[in-house]
């Protein structure tokens, strides 16, 4: 039967949108993005109403565009 409780310790608390970036890459796709692409996912992570702020929102259309990049994609 499973074990209560966390099987690995968390990771370290990611306190900045490029700390965000390179945990995304890394481990969706196993590689630091290019600079095009860090560029475009800092934009897209921060929020227009608040700047230097990180937004929800941003983050999920991160991840949306990241998962559905064709290197993450098994084609049978």
């Known amino acids: 039967p499973p074990a209560p ?3 690995l310790p968390p990771g370290p608390r ?3 949108a490029t700390q965000v970036v390179d945990r995304l ?3 969706a796709l196993g590689r630091a993005p290019s600079t095009e692409e ?3 996912a800092l934009e897209a992570l921060t929020d227009s109403t ?3 702020r990180m937004s929800a929102e941003g983050l999920a259309d991160l991840l ?3 998962l559905m990049k064709p290197e993450f994609q ?3």
């Open 5 to 7: 409780g966390t099987p």
């Open 14 to 16: 990611l306190t900045s």
């Open 25 to 27: 890459y890394s481990y």
């Open 38 to 40: 860090r560029t475009i």
């Open 50 to 52: 608040r700047p230097g």
């Open 64 to 66: 949306w565009a990241v």
């Open 74 to 76: 098994l084609i049978f």
